[in-house]
Structure formats: C-alpha cells, structure tokens
C-alpha cells in the first residue's frame, strides 16, 4: 500500500475503535454478561458487539484484507491467511474491565509481510488514543464527544545511565518474569493492564517491558506497531522478531506468542 493508502486505512481503524469503545461503554453501563470461555479466561457481551462492529467496519474499509479477531477464533473461525490482515482485541483487559477499572483497550493491528504495519490502541475509559504506521512514526491524543484533540507525537526516551523504568502486567505477573526484571537495575515497577504497556514505553515513561507468559498476537500486534514506530523494538529471549500469523499449532493456540521483551531506547542491547 502506498503511504496515502496506509493513512486512510488507519483513519478508518481509528473510527471503528472509537465506536468500539462507544460500544463497550454501553455495555457496561447496561450491565454486563460474563462468561468463561474454554481456556477460562472471561468473555462478555461487549467483547463481542465490539468485534462484530470492527469486522463490519473493516470489511467495508478493506474488503480484501481479512480480519483475526480473539473471540471469532475462540468460536472457530479463522479465515485463509495470504498476505496483509487484521488483528483484533475488542477488548483487551477484560478483567480489569469485568472488575470495574478502566485499564481496558481496544487494540486493532495490520500484519504485512507477518509484521505490524499499522496499529490503533484506544482507552474507551479516558478517551486517549494511540496510534501509528511503522516508518511514519506514533502519535497520541485524546478523543471526547465525538472529537479527536491535536496529535502529540510520541518518541521513545534514551536508556538511562542509572536505574530503569519497568512496566510490568497488572494480573499476569509470573515467577519468571520476576526473575527476568532482578537482572536489571530497577527505579521504579509500573503495573499496567491491557495494551497500554507498550503504550508507556512508546509514550517514554517506562525503559522495559518484559513478558514471560502467555499472550496472544491480538494482545500485541497493535502496540508493537505503536512501539515500533516510536522508535522501541520487541523481540523474542533469542532477539528474533515475533511472527503474526498462522503458527503451527492447530485451533486458537495458532496465535500464541512466546515469551517477548519489549523495550524503549537501547535498553534492548541489555537483553541479550
């Protein structure tokens, strides 16, 4: 796609969060359906009339490009994957919105070439919104009644020469991940849920952001794309890149992640 192809595309990802996030909002003051899935993690009615409307959206934006979407996959659906496609999380941070709290996302990712190309988070809660193409650079503002305020750009900050900045999962923290952040000097740990992990790095408020646990490719997609662009990286424990795509094994495991770090800076040559 040309660059002005890829600007459009990514307005048109950017109005179908925004009316996502209406969506999920509605929902939620409506009163919520809650249900396990089978891996038990917990899905509601929200989750899904908001990956219904971002398909839909998608479908007339580019009705060439497929779309992964978390819960159209959980129920079986995986389309044929050729070249370019969607990646979706209606909502990433179910928990934390099931709770009650406000660190849940829409996140809505462009995979070329099995990399993100473009990506849009956005804060249904707060009305922030961050978004970016890969080469073009990242960008945040916030959006209220209806209305985009003006684009701040983001850039990722140097790594210092002192203590880090550490972002860490709010409910998914694991020994190992644990184990991998004393390996550093560490100021400071920020808990944050959903996507906007990638979002602190991108922003230059946080140096590292290490997750060794499960993740999905619609947990990641559109906030490496973010990350990316801002000038941070992501890689795998070996330094190869994450693959998006159809992986080998069958059913929603087909789009588990490894373990990955992601950083801002040059904190990544400290990595390896």
Same mark, same amino acid.
């Given at each position: 796609?040309?660059?002005?192809?890829? =600007?459009?595309?990514?307005?048109?990802?950017?109005?179908?969060?925004? =009316?996502?996030? $209406?969506?999920?909002?509605?929902? +939620? +003051?409506?009163?919520?359906?809650?249900?396990?899935?089978? $891996?038990?993690?917990?899905?509601?009615?929200?989750?899904?009339?908001? &990956?219904?409307?971002?398909?839909?959206?998608?479908?007339?934006? =580019?009705?060439?490009?497929?779309?992964?979407?978390?819960?159209?996959?959980?129920?079986?659906?995986?389309?044929?994957?050729?070249?370019?496609?969607?990646?979706?999380?209606?909502?990433?941070?179910?928990? &934390?919105?099931?709770?009650?709290? #406000?660190?849940?996302?829409? #996140?809505?990712?462009?995979?070329?070439?099995?990399?993100? @190309?473009? %990506?849009?988070?956005?804060?249904?809660?707060? %009305?922030?919104?961050?978004?970016?193409?890969?080469? !073009?650079?990242?960008?945040?503002? &916030?959006?209220?009644?209806?209305?985009?305020?003006?684009?701040?750009?983001?850039?990722?900050?140097?790594?210092?020469?002192?203590?880090?900045?550490?972002?860490?999962?709010?409910?998914?923290?694991?020994?190992?991940?644990?184990?991998?952040?004393?390996?550093?000097?560490?100021?400071?740990i920020i808990s944050r849920g959903s996507s906007l992990k990638f979002c602190a790095l991108a922003e230059g408020k946080a140096d590292?952001?290490?997750?060794? %646990?499960?993740?999905?490719?619609?947990?990641?997609?559109?906030? !490496?794309?973010?990350?990316?662009?801002?000038?941070?990286?992501?890689?795998?424990?070996?330094?190869?890149?994450?693959?998006?795509?159809?992986?080998?094994?069958?059913?929603?495991?087909?789009?588990? #992640?490894?373990?990955?770090?992601?950083?801002?800076?040059?904190?990544? @040559?400290?990595?390896?």
């Amino acid at each position: 796609m040309s660059q002005i192809d890829d =600007a459009r595309l990514l307005g048109d990802m950017i109005a179908a969060a925004i =009316a996502a996030g $209406d969506v999920i909002v509605a929902a +939620r +003051r409506a009163g919520l359906s809650v249900e396990k899935k089978a $891996d038990q993690s917990p899905v509601t009615d929200a989750d899904r009339a908001a &990956e219904v409307l971002i398909a839909e959206r998608m479908a007339a934006a =580019a009705p060439s490009i497929p779309m992964i979407g978390e819960e159209g996959v959980s129920e079986g659906r995986v389309p044929k994957l050729d070249g370019s496609f969607f990646l979706v999380d209606p909502l990433d941070g179910t928990r &934390e919105f099931v709770k009650g709290g #406000n660190d849940f996302t829409v #996140n809505i990712g462009l995979i070329r070439d099995g990399r993100p @190309a473009l %990506g849009v988070i956005f804060v249904p809660a707060s %009305g922030k919104l961050f978004a970016a193409i890969v080469g !073009e650079g990242a960008w945040r503002t &916030e959006v209220a009644d209806g209305a985009s305020g003006p684009r701040r750009a983001m850039r990722v900050r140097p790594a210092p020469h002192g203590p880090i900045t550490v972002v860490a999962s709010r409910s998914h923290r694991t020994p190992e991940t644990d184990a991998f952040i004393r390996r550093f000097d560490v100021g400071e740990i920020i808990s944050r849920g959903s996507s906007l992990k990638f979002c602190a790095l991108a922003e230059g408020k946080a140096d590292l952001y290490p997750r060794m %646990g499960t993740t999905m490719q619609w947990d990641t997609a559109a906030g !490496e794309a973010i990350l990316v662009a801002a000038g941070g990286a992501v890689a795998q424990l070996d330094g190869t890149p994450l693959f998006y795509g159809h992986g080998p094994a069958p059913g929603p495991d087909a789009f588990r #992640n490894p373990w990955f770090v992601a950083t801002g800076g040059t904190v990544l @040559a400290l990595v390896g």
